[in-house]
């Protein structure tokens, strides 16, 4: 099997190791795979800030880049759910960039997802010896429809202890723009989320999301606090 990996925009720009992490987990799978170099965007952060026109004008570069691939896998629920649920409505129905739009939705996976109801997998082969809690992000839980699925993953890794962490399908507070307009909110619901985290004594808060990550990050790295916020990829291509 061969796939087209939509690495997004925060993980290439921020966490690079977001995509390593999936490519060693493919390469373990012995699953083939393409980096369409066009790639840009999906549209998301503009459409969501209400700019129709700027989402639509990046939405054209993803479909350029992606249209004659086949299957797509990308590690994060909100970018696919932007693909699979919005991005054909940025275009008048029954045109040509419609159609591809649909037609590519139809082939875009979350990571999770791929391994599990695609490939059939729950075991990679991955070892990490650390207790671990898990963060349910909102588009891939509500869009997507994707919760047992990194649970699934997560407890076939070699030495990992999965604890539940009360409100773990509550929002994290980053939300795109929200953080930034509604920033002491924002904060305040992140708070929350990382005392709960802290409280199952996980040295470890995974999430499928890097945007989730990146504003949990940094109430972290503010607090000091002994816990780490992982990609699942990163968990998943350790070994």
Same mark, same amino acid.
């Given at each position: ?100 739009? /649909? *037609? @590519? $939705?139809?082939?875009?996976?979350? #990571? ?6 695609? &490939?059939?997998?729950? %075991? ?71 005392? /709960? *985290? @802290? $409280?199952?004594?996980?040295?470890? #808060? ?6 989730? &990550?990146?504003?949990? %990050? ?22």
């Amino acid at each position: 099997m061969r796939v087209s990996l939509f690495i997004t925009c925060l993980a290439d720009q921020f966490r690079p190791e977001v995509g390593l992490g999936m490519v060693r987990v493919l390469d373990r799978l012995g699953v083939a795979y393409d980096f369409p170099p066009g790639q840009t965007c999906c549209g998301q952060p503009a459409r969501n800030a209400g700019s129709v026109a700027e989402a639509r004008a990046v939405g054209r570069q993803f479909l350029r880049a992606f249209r004659d691939a086949g299957t797509i896998v990308a590690p994060s629920g909100s970018c696919v759910s932007m693909v699979k649920h919005h991005l054909p409505g940025l275009f008048d129905p029954g045109s040509a960039e419609h159609d591809t739009a /649909r *037609a @590519i $939705a139809a082939r875009v996976h979350e #990571l999770s997802q791929f391994l599990v109801d695609v &490939l059939h997998v729950d %075991d990679v082969g991955a070892a990490f010896p650390y207790r671990v809690t898990y963060h349910d992000s909102c588009h891939l839980l509500r869009e997507l429809g994707v919760q047992d699925q990194p649970r699934r993953l997560l407890r076939r890794v070699r030495g990992l202890e999965l604890v539940d962490m009360a409100g773990s399908d509550n929002c994290c507070g980053f939300g795109g723009l929200f953080a930034v307009k509604q920033a002491d909110i924002s904060g305040a619901m992140g708070g929350d989320k990382i005392d /709960r *985290a @802290i $409280a199952t004594g996980a040295q470890a #808060l995974v999430a499928c999301d890097t945007g989730c &990550l990146m504003h949990l %990050d940094g109430i972290l790295a503010r607090r000091g606090a002994p816990l780490r916020a992982m990609h699942l990829a990163e968990v998943l291509g350790r070994e």
